[in-house]
């Protein structure tokens, strides 16, 4: 089966760090991919790891341990307009499999 | 550049209405496109995707149809709504060429769409 795991909400103090879990247990994989959704608006990349390890942009950084089937999305120095929901993608064969999402809550 | 259109940006039909959703890209040639629905404070639902020209794969059995009749033209459809039809309607595309999805998914600006 395919299945994606994120918690659905979290809440963090501006200037802080947060860390967005993913755990995945998919057939097949090519990928994982963070995209950031704010309130009504589509969905944008972040990051994409294919390869074990961190991959750092910026304040997003992003980890990925594929024998383990876990990512996190490290969110540094967090500002108001980080408030969103963090979506964990898998990339499979021609199509993907997302998450529910993790709704983030940046409060002053 | 790549930009990726939608259309309308809001629509509120009755059930059993019928419905016509459209998706353009430009400025990428061959892209695999695909619609997603989002129900409200949900995660995404793949509906379909298209990794070419009248080429359409089904995720979910319903009364939603798509079709893609230019290379970079993808629309969705359905004969009579149902309430459950409600929600955020989004398309997307990616690099193709490629079967495994292994390349960034750049969305559209989304239809909303309520459905009374």
């Known amino acids: 089966g395919q299945n994606i795991d994120q918690p659905t909400e979290m809440t963090a103090t501006e200037g802080a760090i947060v860390q967005i879990n993913c755990t995945y247990q998919?057939?097949?994989?090519?990928?994982l991919f963070w995209y950031q959704q704010h309130a009504g608006e589509a969905p944008t990349f972040l990051s994409y790891n294919v390869l074990d390890g961190l991959e750092e942009k910026g304040r997003f950084s992003s980890f990925l341990s594929r024998s383990k089937g876990y990512s996190y999305l490290l969110l540094k120095e967090l500002q108001m307009k980080d408030s969103a929901s963090y979506l964990c993608?898998?990339?499979?064969?021609?199509?993907?499999?997302f998450g529910t999402g993790t709704r983030l809550k940046v409060l002053a | 550049s790549q930009t990726i259109h939608q259309w309308p940006a809001t629509l509120v039909q009755p059930v059993g209405s019928p419905l016509s959703l459209e998706c353009t890209v430009e400025?990428?040639?061959?892209?695999?496109l695909y619609w997603y629905r989002q129900a409200a404070g949900r995660g995404l639902q793949l509906l379909f995707y298209?990794?070419?020209?009248?080429?359409i794969s089904s995720e979910v059995p319903q009364n939603l149809s798509a079709s893609r009749p230019q290379d970079r033209q993808f629309i969705l459809s359905s004969k009579k709504l149902l309430l459950s039809d409600s929600g955020f309607y989004l398309c997307?595309?990616?690099?193709?060429?490629?079967?495994?999805?292994?390349?960034?998914?750049?969305f559209g600006p989304g239809t909303r769409l309520l459905v009374l």
């Open positions: 997307a595309w990616s690099r193709g060429g490629a079967r495994i999805a292994k390349e960034t998914q750049y």
């Open positions: 993608a898998v990339g499979g064969t021609y199509k993907y499999i």
């Open positions: 400025g990428t040639s061959n892209p695999n």
């Open positions: 998919t057939s097949g994989f090519n990928g």
């Open positions: 298209s990794v070419g020209i009248g080429q």
